[in-house]
C-alpha cells in the first residue's frame, strides 16, 4: 500500500483523465465569458469554503490578470465583502446571501461562475436561480452527481468524484484553463484594436 501521497497522486491523475469529455463545456464557458467581458459585461462569482476560494481566485485572474499583461475587466466575487455577507445572513439567512449579491449586481448580459463540490449547497443554488431570473448567463462547476444544481446552469462541469479535495482540484485546472482560452480572446481583440490593452 503507498503512503497518503502517493495515493492522492494516483488517485488525482485518474480523476484528471474524466476531464477530457469536458472539452466542448470548458471552450463553451471560455467563449461565454470572453463574450460578456468583451461587450462590457461584468463576471460575478460564488461558493462556500473553499469553493469560495475559487471564487475569489477566478475574478482576481480578470481584475489583475492571468498570464499576460492587459487591460482589467470587471469581476466580482460575492465571497468577499463580509458586511454584506454578515447583514444577510443576519437579516435573512445564509441561504440568500448569494442571490440577493446577484439581484443587487446581476444585470442582463453579466455572467455568473458558482462553485459547489456537492451540488446541494442552498445559497449556491438560488444564486443560480437568481441569474436565469435576471437575464445573466450561468456557469456551474459541481461535483459527485451534479446534485440539486445539475441541469440548471447555462453550461456545468460535475467532476464525478466523491472526495471534495478531488473535486476542487479538478475545478481549478478547468477554471484556469478557461481563463487562458478567454485571455487570447482578450488579447486577440487589444490587437484588432477593439479592446484598449492596458
Same mark, same amino acid.
Given at each position: 500500500m503507498g503512503s497518503i501521497f502517493q495515493t492522492n497522486i494516483a488517485d488525482a491523475q485518474a480523476m484528471l483523465g474524466t476531464l477530457l469529455p469536458m472539452e466542448p463545456q470548458v471552450q463553451r464557458a471560455a467563449d461565454l465569458l470572453a463574450d460578456a467581458l468583451l461587450a462590457? $459585461? $461584468? +463576471?460575478?462569482?460564488? @461558493?462556500?469554503?473553499?469553493?469560495?476560494?475559487?471564487?475569489?481566485?477566478l475574478t482576481t485572474e480578470f481584475v489583475v490578470r492571468f498570464n499576460a499583461d492587459r487591460r482589467p475587466y470587471p469581476a466580482i466575487s460575492f465571497?468577499?465583502? @463580509?458586511?454584506d455577507l454578515t447583514a444577510c445572513g443576519n437579516d435573512?439567512?445564509?441561504?440568500? =446571501?448569494?442571490?440577493r449579491q446577484v439581484r443587487a449586481f446581476g444585470l442582463a448580459?453579466?455572467?455568473l461562475f458558482a462553485f459547489t463540490t456537492s451540488g446541494n449547497s442552498e445559497n =449556491?443554488?438560488?444564486? +443560480?436561480?437568481?441569474?436565469?431570473?435576471? @437575464? =445573466? =448567463?450561468?456557469v456551474a462547476f459541481l @461535483?459527485?452527481?451534479g446534485g440539486k444544481s445539475a441541469g440548471i446552469a447555462d453550461v456545468e462541469f460535475i467532476v464525478p468524484h466523491k472526495i471534495?479535495?478531488?473535486?476542487?482540484?479538478?475545478? $481549478?485546472? +478547468?477554471l484556469?484553463? &478557461?481563463?487562458?482560452?478567454?485571455? &487570447?480572446?482578450?488579447?486577440?481583440?487589444?490587437a484588432a484594436g477593439t479592446q484598449p490593452l492596458t
Open positions: 462590457d $459585461k $461584468k +463576471l460575478l462569482a460564488c @461558493g462556500n469554503g473553499g469553493s469560495a476560494a475559487d471564487a475569489s481566485h465571497t468577499t465583502n @463580509g458586511g435573512y439567512s445564509f441561504d440568500e =446571501v448569494f442571490a448580459g453579466d455572467i =449556491v443554488l438560488r444564486a +443560480l436561480h437568481a441569474a436565469r431570473a435576471q @437575464g =445573466v =448567463v450561468t @461535483g459527485r452527481d471534495t479535495a478531488r473535486i476542487q482540484e479538478a475545478h $481549478k485546472l +478547468l484556469h484553463t &478557461v481563463c487562458e482560452l478567454v485571455e &487570447v480572446r482578450l488579447h486577440a481583440a487589444a
